[in-house]
């Protein structure tokens, strides 16, 4: 048996759909009330004979638009045969700093595609770069113009290997992943000048490669005078291999324990 209460959640529920839908009715439960006071009774069998009451109440009200819906679908035209598009798609190259330049915007992609031609698929919230059948990257879309999305993994091999190319990098400040790294840089720059940019990309490789957030929290460690030791990418070596043994281990299963 549907009850009252159930009844009632059951009409708003059905109305406001329906007013979601569009199909013509009054605001709120007229239409319904109205039909429920002519049965005579709100008490149901069961869920399917109410939705049975509804679906016969609407084809009755919807009766007298069918003129006007011919009279629209006569005018409409075929939908296409095939899905529209959701991206748009840009040719672009990568450029000698291993940038793409999409909807006016740059992205880094990997340094091995420097100078080849790639697809660029602009989606409403992210971009999808394609060579051949393969997407190589999906970044995040850049909202705007004239802005830019640099990640260091990117270009760091390219940057080892042509390292005068740091100083006069165009995005410079993006290859400071967070304030230590950019502290331990001047360090470098004030103790070592003549080593400074060559020490300093191999420390970002190691970030790269080993884990920002540790290679952050060993440079932590150098800058506060944790340890005693220049700012090296073998001082930050040693001090990641001290804090892997220092991680906790995880227990042996029960099972194992009691078996021995």
């Known amino acids: 048996m549907v009850t009252d209460n159930q009844v009632r959640r059951l009409k708003k529920l059905s109305n406001s759909e329906k007013n979601q839908e569009n199909c013509g009715f009054e605001s709120g439960a007229g239409p319904v009330e109205q039909a429920l006071l002519l049965r005579g009774s709100r008490d149901f069998g069961d869920r399917a004979e109410y939705a049975k009451f509804l679906r016969d109440l609407f084809a009755q009200r919807n009766a007298g638009r069918r003129e006007r819906l011919r009279e629209e679908l006569a005018v409409m035209r075929e939908l296409p045969a095939g899905r529209m598009e959701s991206a748009k798609r840009e ?93 331990a840089y001047d360090a470098l720059q004030e103790s070592a000048p003549a080593r400074a940019v060559k020490e300093y990309l191999q420390i970002l490789k190691l970030a790269a490669e080993d884990g920002e957030v540790q290679v952050d929290q060993a440079l932590r460690d150098l800058l506060e005078g944790k340890m005693e030791a220049p700012i090296t990418v073998s001082t930050i070596g040693e001090r990641l291999a001290r804090l892997r043994c220092a991680a906790p281990r995880s227990a042996a299963p029960a099972s194992l324990l009691q078996a021995s």
């Open 91 to 183: 040719r672009v190259r990568v450029d000698s700093g291993s940038l793409i330049h999409v909807d006016r915007n740059a992205y880094s992609v990997n340094s091995r595609m420097i100078g080849e031609r790639v697809e660029a698929r602009v989606y409403l919230d992210h971009v999808e770069v394609w060579y051949g059948q393969d997407c190589v990257e999906d970044l995040p879309r850049l909202r705007g113009r004239s802005k830019h999305r640099v990640d260091y993994r990117h270009i760091i091999e390219w940057l080892i290997w042509k390292p005068g190319a740091f100083e006069n990098y165009r995005y410079q400040e993006d290859l400071f992943p967070t304030s230590r790294f950019r502290m």
